[in-house]
Nanobody, 128 residues
Framework: QVQLVESGGGSVQAGGSLRLSCAAS????????MGWFRRAPGKEREFVAA????????WYTNSVKGRFTISRDSAKNTLFLQMNNLKAEDTAVYYC?????????????????????WGQGTQVTVSS
């Protein structure tokens, strides 16, 4: 089993920054690909970003490219999402997720069903 706990959410004004963290415990975190998803009020859950277990390959949804950066510290079993230049439309509950699946493609990384383990979420609110 893998336990994931997100933190770092909060309320900011448009143009501000936040850094989300996801602390992992349980099975070997370093061998798991990781992703961030979000769910805005009244909307479906959507993919935000993902990173392979080695950390050499990352994927982003188009709306966050150039503003968000996903990274991981395997020594500390922690996943990060640095969010800059936040916009009101980034308001959502953000979830981290993990999967032991290897050889992820960009398509698979963006699908929620790829991931076996999920955190409880952290709220991000951006005011305009």
């Amino acid at each position: 089993q893998v336990q994931l706990v997100e933190s770092g959410g909060g309320s900011v004004q448009a143009g501000g920054s936040l850094r989300l963290s996801c602390a992992a415990s349980g099975r070997t975190f370093s061998r798991f690909a990781m992703g961030w998803f979000r769910r805005a009020p009244g909307k479906e859950r959507e993919f935000v970003a993902a990173v392979t277990w080695i950390g050499r390959t990352t994927w982003y949804t188009n709306s966050v490219k150039g503003r968000f950066t996903i990274s991981r510290d395997s020594a500390k079993n922690t996943l990060f999402l640095q969010m800059n230049n936040l916009k009101a439309e980034d308001t959502a509950v953000y979830y981290c997720a993990s999967t032991p699946r290897e050889g992820l493609t960009a398509v698979a990384a963006a699908v929620a069903a790829t991931y076996n383990y999920w955190g409880q979420g952290t709220q991000v609110t951006v005011s305009s």
